[in-house]
Structure formats: C-alpha cells, structure tokens
C-alpha cells in the first residue's frame, strides 16, 4: 500500500481481552460491563465502557487518518479490504463460535452469518465505482464523482453483530471514508475482535472500535465532528438517531424495522410453502427486520395451510445453539424476551385463537416457543407492531386487492413476499407493493449486489450493491470548460 504503514498486527484472544480500538491500539477503560449467553444466561467476558473522552480521541485519529486515507487509490483500498476479508475467513471457526456465544444461533445459522459477513466484504470490494461522463461536447465535459464524506459511525445492532458489522465497515472503508464501529452492548464481542483484526489491513484511525452503555449511541450521533451515522435498529431509535444527527446535518442512513407480509395465493404447493413460510417467520427465533411479520393466506386453502404450518413448526428443536440438532435458539436480551413476552400475555387478555405453541415455558435462559395466532383481528397489536420475536399472526383473505391494501397497511415498508405459481400475477402484485424489496416465490434472499432500503419508516437512504457505495459518498459534479482562457 502506497505511503501508508501498517501498524504491528495484534494477535486475537476469542476467549477475553475484548478491547475498544483507538488510533490503531488497544484502548483500556476504567468500566466495563457483560454480556449474557442468551442461552444459560451466564455472563460473558468483559467488555469496556467507554468515555467522552474516548469517543473525542477516536474522532480526533478518525479526521487525522482520513486526510490519508481519503487519498489512497481506490483499488489499494479494495486490496486491503479483500485481505480483511481473507483473515476473517480465517478465523471463521471462532467469529462463529463467539457468535453463538454472544447472539444464541443455533451453529448452522451462525455458521451461514459468518459466511455471509465474510461474502459481502469481497463482493463489496469488487464492486466499481468509476467516475461517469454525463455530457462531453466540443465546448465542455461534465463528469460525476464519489468522494469520501469523512468520518462514519457504524451502530450495529445485537441480532446480526457480524455480518452487519462487517457489511458497513467494508463499503465505508473502500469509498475513503474512516469508521468507528459501535456494536450493540447486549453483543459486542464479534464487533470488537472484527476490528481487532482490522487493525492488520489498515492504518491507524482507520478502522476504530467504542464499546459502551446507553450514554455512548447519543453522543456518537451529536458529536460535531462525525460526518455520517450508518444505523441498523429499531424505528423508534432511528428516529431518535435522525434527530439528533439533524443538529449537525450528518449524512445518515436508517435500517429500521419491518412488517413483513407474505401474501400467499391458492394455487401454492401448500406443503412447500408452508414450510419456507415457517423458516422465514421463525428464523433467528423471529428477531430479523426482514423475518415474515404477517401471513396472508388465501381462504381456499386456509385450513390446509394453517395444518401444514402447524406440523412444520412442531418438529422445530429448541434449545443451546451450541449444540447439535438445535433447530432454534433463545432471544437475544432480557429486555426483548420482556417485550415479547407481552403479546403471549396478550393472548388471554385478547382471546386470540393459538394454532400452535402459546406458552412461554420455562427454562434457565431466553427461550420462547414458536408461535401462530389464528387469524386474530386486523388491528390487533400482533398484526399492527412488529414483535421481533417467535409469534406471527396467520390470517385469511379473498380478494385480491383487499390483501393488497392489507398488506401495505402498515406504517413500515421494508420487505414482502408473493407466493404463487402464476409469475405473471405475482409480478403484478409486486409492484403494488409498498416496500423495498418484494420477493417471489421465496423471502430473506439477500445479495451484497443489491439494494437494501425501506419504505416509509422503515429506513431512509440504502445499504449494499452500488448504491449502498454510494451513500458512504458525496457526490460532485465538475465541469471542465474546454475553451481556452486567456
């Protein structure tokens, strides 16, 4: 790498030494606090609380990097964001283990996450970002460019802490822009080692790492001088986020929550459907955005793919994700198995009909039982909110462009799915769709290559494939008068 030295590498200890990195060391705090396995509830290493103070020196290496940084040629910035990716690869053994540890997936999920965060730095690095040529004529050429915007927070959330991590440390870095990543308190473990081991491919102040409680999202999104928040969260937390950021006018970019239909037509195989239905409405134990929120079923076949989905969901295996066989592990926290736990209490207090599952149950960690309302009312809290947990409604329709506008009311709009086998029809339906992705035939099929964004308060700007990139950038335009000037 041209004009840039590398800092000595740093040897990484899955087992403890979790540490924040500023200004390309390890930073040690005076605090530090645990995470909990969400699986046996014992607590986990220690991880640091940072300061003010830690986050204004992170800042301070953060703006000294990028003058540097900002100015290494676009394809030496995607040689080292590929040999990052070649590391992790690596150690793909221990981010998963650490993952299960940390998130409670079961290791077969665990193990598609940590190929996944792997997967989307290479593809992101190998996608270009040339300057374009709008106009050439005899007389002037106007080109566009992408500029580095300066320094990036990345708030990464506790369901996904190493691919997302990953995702937005590889297009921030590649476009010029220096990172600091925030992983979730209730999971910062794969976070931090990721940018441990960043510290090999990238100058000091490049790539950074805060470890924190409450305090540290607010003054990351107020600091004066942080350029850009990439935030993948709630919707009520992004709206806080978007209006502290707002004060400073940083560029920001919101993956918020989801409500997600699947609008499924009489003519499926209901045995296959049901069971992808399934996968998609319990995977992670429910806690993804993009998880199936509501299942729309065509009252034709209601009742035969209401005992279809029920089979399928009995011969799921709840339990310790680090073991074999677990087909679904705990929530997360403590604080989401509360939140959940309120629409099981729902279903006495509200008389809703349970198809399968509807307890609790009892164990020594954050477990809940995979469950489906029948057809509860349409403005019943389980349709309207978003749980992000192991409880979807299953409801009925008959006409088409009533389920259409079912389906679209909802104040979120991130991602829907059309299940039939006229793709002539479902690409119809799909364009009435108010969301940013629609998916046929299937649900949760994710590319590094393509856009992911939200629709109405699910999000605003766009992660991942060119325009991803793109919002790690500025845009300028030049104009380039060919006449001569005397």
């Known amino acids: 790498m041209a004009n840039v030295i590398l800092p000595v590498s740093l040897g990484l200890n899955f087992k403890n030494d979790f540490v924040q990195i500023i200004d390309g060391v390890a930073a040690p705090t005076k605090e530090t606090r645990y995470g909990i396995n969400p699986a046996n509830l014992q607590p986990n290493a220690e991880a640091p609380i940072a300061t003010s103070q830690d986050l204004d020196r992170a800042v301070d290496s953060a703006r000294q990097a990028f003058s540097l940084w900002s100015k290494v040629p676009y394809e030496e910035r995607k040689s080292a964001v590929l ?289 489906v309302i029948d057809r509860p009312p349409e403005d019943s809290r389980i349709v309207v909110k978003e749980p992000f947990g192991p409880i979807v409604p299953l409801l009925s329709w008959k006409d088409e462009e009533e389920v259409i506008s079912r389906a679209n009311n909802t104040r979120m709009g991130l991602g829907a799915s059309v299940w039939t086998q006229n793709l002539d029809k479902a690409m119809r339906v799909s364009k009435e769709i108010n969301a940013g992705t629609v998916w046929i035939n299937n649900h949760f099929d994710l590319s590094p290559l393509a856009p992911l964004s939200g629709h109405k308060e699910s999000g605003i700007g766009t992660e991942w494939g060119i325009n991803g990139l793109k919002g790690f950038c500025n845009l300028q335009a030049v104009f380039l008068n060919k006449d001569t000037l005397e």
């Open 83 to 371: 040999a990052f990716a070649n590391a992790a690869s690596q150690l793909s053994t221990e981010f998963r283990d650490l993952l299960i540890q940390e998130n409670g997936k079961p290791m077969p999920q665990a193990e598609i996450e940590t190929s996944a965060a792997i997967e989307w730095m290479r593809a992101m690095a190998n996608i270009p970002l040339p300057e374009e040529v709008v106009e050439d004529t005899d007389t002037r050429r106007i080109i566009t460019r992408y500029t580095p915007i300066g320094v990036v927070a990345a708030i990464v959330p506790w369901n996904f802490p190493l691919l997302l991590a990953a995702a937005k440390i590889a297009p921030a870095v590649l476009t010029g822009n220096v990172v600091i990543v925030k992983p979730s308190p209730f999971a910062p473990y794969c976070g931090l080692k990721l940018v441990e081991l960043a510290q090999r491919f990238f100058p000091r102040g490049v790539v950074q790492s805060l470890s924190g409680d409450d305090n540290l999202g607010p003054w990351i999104t107020s600091h004066p001088h942080i350029d850009k928040i990439s935030f993948t969260g709630s919707t009520a937390t992004g709206k806080s986020v978007l209006q502290s950021a707002s004060k400073t006018l940083k560029r920001v970019t919101l993956e918020l929550g989801g409500n997600d239909a699947a609008i499924v037509f009489p003519d499926v195989n209901i045995e296959k459907v049901a069971e992808k239905v399934a996968l998609f409405s319990f995977l992670n134990s429910g806690q993804i955005c993009l998880n199936v929120k509501r299942i729309y079923v065509h009252e034709s076949i209601f009742d035969e793919f209401k005992a279809a989905l029920v089979k399928v969901v009995q011969g799921y295996t709840i339990g310790d994700g680090s073991q074999h066989g677990i087909s679904h592990g705990p929530v997360q926290n403590s604080m989401q198995y509360e939140r959940v736990k309120t629409f099981f209490s729902d279903i006495k207090s509200q008389g809703w009909e349970v198809a399968v599952g509807g307890d609790i149950g009892s164990s020594t960690g954050y477990f809940i039982t995979p469950t």
